[in-house]
């Protein structure tokens, strides 16, 4: 049976959905994030695109190149809402799904052609659904594999469909061109351009002892394998069971303390609210820490005192990525989870005293029901009042 993944992608999702829910920021450039000193770019909409923003800017750096850019505050309650919407329609197409993100997911769609037909004709039927039920718009990529499937999501954005058949692999791979081939960013651009390697076809042209002796050995693996088409395996190890977590691929090598901090800030309040909407609680707290080698880091911890709250996931995973990472290290992927989770509202272990954090649970459940009755609310601390507390205490 031919394998058949789709790789779905909600197109800019946060800016996506502040542009559905208030239709005069449409046509508009927009960022979310805060205002605060410390404040970076969460998702930047297509129209900012253009003026060069990105995801993991600094917000200063973004009002520079666009004065005239719209900044909206963070509402991870209802991104978190709509996501769940989405996912539950691509559940509906097929049992195996693999979220790895807030707007991120692969499908493995072999075998369902007698329901649906053709591979792109069932991804014009989910991307017709996702329209219809969320007013949204995603990209859907098809492949043999996880990478290709993700490689074909990026190819035709937004509201993009590419699908890349059985074989013609290395012709994708081509198509796409070795600055835009996923996993090689400038500084690796940089080291091919010193082996006068410039286009995948000659990249081709090398063995992988060769390239592994040039890069190393994960980053020598993946060249080889990237090139051909052939996936190196990063997508493919299927979640952990019994676990809520996401990541985030910086378009750009990170390099500093504050765009990482801001990051787990955000993933943490999206995995508590993804856990609070399954009424799924967590014992253990993890952090992926990626390299541009592709080198991973990975640390847990299953703290004695209970997980109630969005902060305390992000104070643990703060912890955690300390002992992984310094301040320079260049980092091109991090991700946050939340592990051996069971079902439930309370915890197995009742605390003799309350915890503080019980109440903040309580409140940010409270949100999420108002969020799914269409209430626009904020929780008191929020993304940005957190951002602007944290800038006062490093003064």
């Not at 805060?34 to 600094?58: I, N, Q, W």
């Not at 219809?132 to 859907?140: P, W």
């Not at 994960?218 to 190196?232: N, T």
Request: proline share 4%; charged share 25%; aromatic share 8%.
């Amino acid at each position: 049976m031919e394998q058949v993944i789709f790789h779905v992608d909600m197109d800019a999702f946060y800016a996506a959905i502040e542009q559905h829910d208030n239709p005069a920021l449409m046509g508009k450039p927009l960022v979310i994030g805060g205002l605060g000193p410390r404040s970076v770019v969460a998702t930047a909409s297509y129209e900012a695109r253009k003026f060069g923003l990105h995801s993991a800017m600094p917000m200063s750096r973004a009002l520079q190149l666009c004065p005239s850019v719209v900044v909206v505050k963070p509402n991870m309650h209802r991104y978190s809402q709509v996501s769940k919407s989405v996912m539950e329609i691509c559940r509906s197409f097929c049992p195996s799904v693999q979220q790895i993100s807030i707007d991120e997911a692969f499908l493995d769609m072999s075998g369902t052609r007698r329901l649906y037909g053709l591979p792109r004709e069932a991804a014009l039927l989910l991307k017709g659904r996702v329209k219809e039920e969320t007013g949204l718009c995603i990209s859907v990529g098809i492949g043999a594999s996880h990478f290709i499937a993700k490689m074909a999501s990026d190819f035709d954005k937004p509201d993009g469909l590419c699908r890349v058949s059985p074989g013609r692999e290395e012709d994708f791979i081509d198509a796409v061109g070795l600055r835009k081939l996923w996993g090689v960013g400038k500084v690796t651009q940089d080291l091919l351009a010193r082996k006068h390697i410039t286009t995948t076809s000659e990249l081709r042209q090398y063995s992988l002892v060769s390239l592994q002796s040039f890069f190393g050995n994960s980053m020598g693996r993946f060249l080889y394998h990237a090139s051909r088409g052939i996936d190196p395996g990063i997508f493919t190890a299927q979640a952990k069971s019994h676990s809520i977590s996401t990541e985030t691929t910086f378009p750009e090598d990170v390099h500093t303390s504050l765009v990482l901090e801001q990051n787990l800030l955000q993933m943490s309040h999206e995995v508590m609210f993804r856990a609070l909407d399954e009424k799924q609680i967590g014992r253990t707290i993890g952090i992926k820490v990626r390299a541009p080698d592709f080198t991973t880091y990975s640390a847990q911890i299953t703290p004695k005192a209970n997980i109630y709250s969005a902060e305390q996931i992000y104070s643990y995973a703060k912890q955690l990525l300390y002992q992984k990472w310094h301040e320079g290290m260049p980092v091109r992927l991090i991700g946050v989870g939340l592990y051996q989770l069971y079902d439930g509202d309370k915890p197995l272990q009742e605390e003799l005293f309350e915890d503080p954090f019980q109440k903040r649970r309580e409140l940010e459940k409270v949100i999420l029901q108002m969020q799914k009755k269409g209430q626009q609310v904020f929780k008191a601390t929020n993304l940005e009042e957190n951002t602007e507390r944290e800038a006062k205490d490093s003064e």
